[in-house]
């Protein structure tokens, strides 16, 4: 009898034992979530955490939280997950929230309405495609963790994960993930 849904214990487990083809889509999460473009590394954090919970995936909502609250250095605002408008996020982030949203929940609603709540605080358009893109990536990695059935962590390994994540990137944490294998 197969073992295979209590095999893995980290997305990175997954990817490794397919790294053929797994490596590619780690060197596009490296570019879209850590090369500096127009959205914050905190709010693509977010955006990744916020969409990974309405997809109920805890290993990931737990992990990018835990990222973007490192990076900015506070412990508390979590509230952005379950509340949006009561959340101490800066209003500019909450229409990205609210698009992440719709590009999740109901891609056809989308309308130019969405568009311009975002361009109103000054951001190019083509955030939007940023946005949408990251969306997407967490979608998939959200498909990747609840199919295997990738439990999530605990607190102190959210904290480590998010840590390492900050420190090494995704390459980094590949490259580590590999090197720790072949011992």
């Known amino acids: ?3 295979f849904l209590n095999k893995y214990k980290s997305v990175y487990d997954v990817f490794l034992d397919n790294w053929a083809y797994q490596n590619h889509f780690v060197s596009y999460l490296e570019s879209l979530m850590r090369q500096e473009t127009i959205l914050p590394t905190h709010v693509k954090e977010m955006i ?3 969409v990974s919970g309405l997809n109920g995936c805890n290993y990931c909502k737990n992990i990018h939280a835990e990222i973007s609250k490192k990076i900015l250095r506070d412990n508390n605002d979590t509230n952005f997950l379950t509340d949006i408008e009561q959340s101490e996020i800066e209003e500019k982030y909450k229409p990205i929230l609210k698009l992440s949203h719709k590009v999740n929940e109901d891609i056809h609603s989308i309308s130019e309405d969405d568009v311009e709540a975002i361009l109103q605080y000054g951001f190019e358009e083509k955030v939007i495609s940023e946005i949408i893109s990251i969306c ?8 990747v963790v609840v199919a295997h059935q990738i439990k ?3 607190q102190v390994q959210n ?3 998010a840590k390492m994540m900050i420190d090494k990137g995704y390459d980094g944490l590949a490259n580590f993930m590999l090197k720790r294998r072949n011992k």
């Open 1 to 3: 009898m197969s073992n």
């Open 48 to 50: 990744f955490a916020y």
């Open 136 to 143: 997407s990536a967490a979608q998939f990695m959200n498909t």
């Open 152 to 154: 999530p962590l605990d």
């Open 159 to 161: 904290i480590a994960s």
